[in-house]
């Protein structure tokens, strides 16, 4: 069974943690995207790409080659603004554009949502599910099961489940977590970078016992293809950028090693993990 692959495609300015004041840098995010699509290409892996709206317009040529490629476009916010921190008309308007923008560019209809930063949970965004479904989307990757100081919810289920609305139910596809007294993030962001590469194993290895897919999810800087901007903050170059030329390693070695696929061709297995039984 392979595995999911999925990129958030923004540049350091989007960043919710020191991204004040950074310029956008369209080159950079061009050879960033070349040399994610030439990986995935060399390794016949393909991914969900969950992109920002504000990039949409000015890259239009470049996002249509992924979608060229085989890979899933989806939705990841128009400007990446938190989701906890936007009125629902705002957020209703912002995902109704960007659906509209990405399905103009490949032809295809975007069913893929993920939450800038994580910033959804059921006490903060009670309807966040229901606009989501609503505007058209049919599954969303947008909760962590762990709280930060920024993101997350310890209460949040740890795997793929249905959230009923009033528009019929939508997927919520979380990131994925070992439980271990509390749950520990391993596939993606910070915690690949962070971790050592046994520990993350150990942990790959208790998700797997459930057989339910690994969802990876990664920036272009965790894999040392975007350059800490000289006007990042020291906290968030260690946050976002420490340890991403060893990370960018490991990330080779995954598509060596392993299988994978879009969320959308692995949506008949995510369903299968639901025990809501939310309608």
């Not at 040399?35 to 290409?41: D, E």
């Not at 209703?92 to 939450?115: C, H, N, P, T, W």
């Not at 009670?126 to 762990?146: A, D, H, N, Q, T």
Request: hydrophobic share 40%.
């Amino acid at each position: 069974m392979p595995n999911i692959l999925t990129f958030d495609i923004e540049e350091a300015r989007h960043m919710n943690f020191g991204g004040q004041n950074i310029a956008s840098d369209p080159a950079g995010l061009a050879r960033g995207l070349d040399s994610i699509l030439k990986m995935l290409t060399d390794s016949k892996a393909k991914a969900t790409f969950f992109i920002v709206g504000d990039l949409i317009e000015p890259n239009k040529d470049l996002i249509r080659r992924v979608a060229n490629a085989g890979h899933e476009l989806a939705f990841h916010g128009m400007s990446h603004k938190l989701v906890y921190n936007m009125s629902e008309s705002e957020f209703d308007a912002d995902i109704s554009i960007g659906k509209k923008m990405l399905e103009s560019i490949s032809g295809e209809k975007v069913i893929g949502y993920r939450a800038p930063s994580w910033s959804v949970s059921a006490k903060q965004t009670p309807r966040f599910w229901e606009i989501l479904k609503r505007v058209g989307f049919e599954y969303s990757s947008s909760l962590f099961p762990l709280k930060t100081p920024l993101y997350g919810d310890n209460h949040a289920p740890r795997f793929p489940h249905f959230r009923g609305t009033k528009h019929g139910k939508i997927l919520e596809i979380p990131v994925p977590t070992a439980r271990f007294i509390k749950n520990i993030p391993f596939s993606g962001g910070a915690y690949f970078r962070y971790l050592a590469d046994w520990e993350r194993k150990i942990l790959e290895y208790f998700w797997n016992v459930s057989g339910c897919p690994i969802v990876y999810y990664f920036h272009m800087r965790d894999l040392d293809l975007e350059k800490s901007s000289p006007e990042a903050r020291l906290m968030s170059r260690v946050i976002n950028y420490w340890g991403n030329a060893r990370a960018r390693k490991r990330f080779e070695n995954l598509l060596r090693y392993s299988k994978f696929t879009t969320i959308s061709e692995a949506l008949p297995i995510l369903r299968k993990f639901d025990s809501t039984g939310a309608k």
